[in-house]
Structures are given as C-alpha cells and as structure tokens.
C-alpha cells in the first residue's frame, strides 16, 4: 500500500516538472543528458586532468562546481520561462529555439572539455567553436557601447 503511495506521489511529482518544461520530449531529454555529460567532462577535466579553466588550479574546486550546477539550473528556468511565453502567444517556437540553442552550447562545452583531456578533436569543429566563440565576443562587445 505505501509502495503504491509512494508511485503515485513520484509519478505526480515528475509529471508536473514535465508539464513546466513542456513535456518530456527528446529535445528536452538531449538538453538533460548534455548538460549532465558536460558536467561530468568538467569534473573529469578538473579532478583527472587538473586542466579547467574554472580555477586557479586547473583543479577541482568547490565553488567552481556550484557555480556550474546553479548554471544549469538557471538555464532549466529559462526553459520553462520559454514554454510558457510559447503558451502565451500559441506557439512552439520559442521553447523550442531555446532547448536548441543551450544544447548547441552544451555540445561546444563537451567539445572543449574533450580537447583538454587530449581528445584529438576534428579541425572543422575546433574551427566552427572557434567561430561561434568570436561571435560571441563580439556580440558581448557592442552591448558596451
């Protein structure tokens, strides 16, 4: 009887975290499971290869972690924050456009993440990262003026 209880209470809880992201589909899946993987890289990068970037050290740092997990966490909300701007004006796009792009950044923090444990990373996306990096800056730049 408390086993059932207990299903129900954990199928209803995860039902409505779906239905705040708009549903548990392969985009948002692709999402989870890359930001869960860069995480994972990072700490492999810090503690194994003590090559991060996020700390003085190259090494593991606690604060560097949490920094990273609020990270991820913000940018669940903004996922929801998507889904229901996309539920005001009738539409899918918007939600849809924001799971590609932090997946895209996902993929590119993997890719470096890799690149600092000596992966041999093909020239075409060292370059593509390259690229969308100095875009980046130069968007970040004009936000200056």
Same mark, same amino acid.
């Given at each position: 009887?408390?086993?059932?209880?207990? #299903?129900?209470?954990?199928?209803?809880?995860?039902?409505? *975290?779906?239905?705040? $992201?708009?549903?548990?589909?392969?985009?948002? *899946?692709?999402?989870? !499971? /890359?930001?869960?993987?860069?995480?994972?890289?990072?700490?492999?990068?810090?503690?194994? $290869?003590?090559? /991060? %970037?996020? /700390?003085?050290?190259?090494?593991?740092? @606690?604060?560097?972690?949490?920094?990273?997990? =609020?990270?991820? $966490?913000?940018?669940? #909300?903004?996922?929801?924050?998507? &889904?229901?701007?996309?539920?005001?004006?009738? @539409?899918?796009?918007?939600?849809? =456009?924001?799971?590609?792009?932090? #997946?895209? &950044?996902?993929? !590119?923090? *993997?890719?470096? %993440?890799?690149?600092?444990?000596?992966?041999? !990373?093909?020239?075409?996306?060292?370059? =593509? *990262?390259?690229?969308?990096?100095?875009?980046?800056?130069?968007?970040?730049?004009?936000?200056? =003026?």
């Amino acid at each position: 009887m408390i086993k059932h209880g207990v #299903c129900i209470t954990i199928g209803a809880i995860g039902g409505a *975290i779906a239905s705040l $992201f708009g549903g548990w589909d392969t985009a948002l *899946i692709t999402l989870v !499971i /890359s930001m869960a993987i860069d995480y994972v890289t990072g700490l492999i990068v810090a503690a194994v $290869f003590h090559k /991060s %970037n996020k /700390s003085a050290t190259g090494g593991l740092e @606690s604060s560097a972690g949490w920094k990273g997990i =609020a990270r991820k $966490f913000v940018t669940l #909300c903004i996922v929801v924050i998507a &889904n229901y701007a996309d539920k005001l004006v009738g @539409s899918t796009y918007i939600r849809d =456009a924001v799971v590609i792009g932090f #997946c895209a &950044n996902e993929f !590119i923090s *993997i890719l470096e %993440n890799a690149g600092l444990m000596g992966l041999p !990373i093909p020239k075409v996306l060292t370059r =593509a *990262i390259d690229v969308l990096k100095q875009k980046s800056d130069d968007e970040e730049g004009h936000g200056d =003026a």
